[in-house]
């Protein structure tokens, strides 16, 4: 089968009537243009250029090609302009997904941004919890998520860390705990929590402290949103572990070193799949709005 290096080989020793100054013009060595048309001889069934002393000159199957071989090289050299040009026009439709927390806290000028810039892109955007948006990205359902990165490696993802998020272990003013001059993890656990559900990443990470230290969580109530957490801790339903964001006059901050918890929050992508221009730019806009 023949190969557009081949051919574009051919084209230049051709024009040139030398395998030497060909080799020099395209960048490789004497033997690799050689190689090239042998190889290219070899499929076509045909000498295509006679070697008399040091003279190259094409035979009348060489002289033939010639022609047809130009025109390739011009429809490959329009083919490529017109993807650079594509490449340039970003439109079409990017999906992506994020968890509410995300989404709302750290994207809105992000979105701003990018529906004023790139108009000619129809954007959509599912709000949903960060585990659900992994899997949409793993079943191809969406380009992108902006998402708590995990904290296991997957093969197939490629996480991008923007953003790192400081999580907080509160109570209510008015808590038992908020009275204490000091706390330590085996009287925290031995108090009620509102936590996230145990399939989060969240959760996951606070559960890995407290069995580190052979403690499990009292866990009053189980939810996802963070807003409802904070919500709940307010009104003295337990402590909770809440993003810096979130936390207002109506809590009190329990300093325990152990819970100084950081999630690394970002995008994450198939590795198998070819980004489109306007998902590679959202990236670019987020990356610039963290900094």
């Given at each position: 089968?023949?190969?557009?290096?081949?051919?574009?080989?051919f084209i230049k020793v051709a024009e040139t009537s030398s395998f030497s100054d060909a080799a020099e013009k395209l960048f490789v060595t004497q033997p690799a243009v050689s190689k090239r048309?042998?190889?290219l001889e070899l499929s076509l069934e045909t000498r295509l250029f006679d070697r008399i002393g040091r003279k190259v000159q094409l035979t009348e199957s060489g002289r033939r090609l010639l022609p047809r071989a130009k025109n390739l090289?011009?429809?490959?050299?329009?083919?490529?302009?017109?993807?650079?040009?594509?490449?340039?026009?970003i439109s079409g439709e990017l999906r992506i997904a994020t968890s509410h927390h995300v989404g709302l806290r750290r994207l809105p000028t992000?979105?701003?941004?990018?529906?004023?810039?790139y108009s000619n892109v129809t954007l959509t955007a599912d709000f949903t919890q960060s585990e659900d948006?992994?899997?949409q990205v793993i079943k191809g359902d969406v380009e992108l998520a902006v998402i708590t990165l995990s904290n296991q490696e997957n093969n197939t993802i490629?996480?991008?860390?923007?953003w790192s998020d400081p999580l907080v272990c509160v109570a209510s003013k008015d808590h038992v705990l908020s009275q204490m001059k000091s706390v330590d993890l085996i009287q925290l656990a031995s108090h009620a929590c509102v936590l996230p559900k145990q399939n989060t990443f969240t959760r996951q990470m606070v559960d890995s402290v407290l069995s580190s230290n052979n403690l499990t969580p009292n866990v009053r109530m189980s939810t996802n949103n963070f807003e409802t957490l904070t919500m709940l801790t307010s009104i003295g339903w337990g402590w909770s572990l809440l993003p810096s964001t979130l936390i207002n006059e109506?809590?009190?901050?329990?300093?325990?070193?152990?819970l100084n918890i950081a999630r690394k929050l970002g995008v994450i992508y198939h590795k198998q799949r070819t980004l489109s221009r306007a998902a590679r730019v959202f990236i670019e806009i987020m990356q610039a709005?963290?900094?």
């Open positions: 089968m023949m190969d557009i290096s081949e051919l574009l080989t048309i042998a190889s090289a011009l429809e490959l050299h329009d083919i490529k302009r017109s993807m650079s040009l594509q490449e340039g026009d992000t979105l701003k941004r990018f529906q004023l810039e948006a992994y899997q490629e996480s991008i860390p923007i109506d809590l009190c901050v329990l300093h325990l070193d152990e709005e963290a900094l």
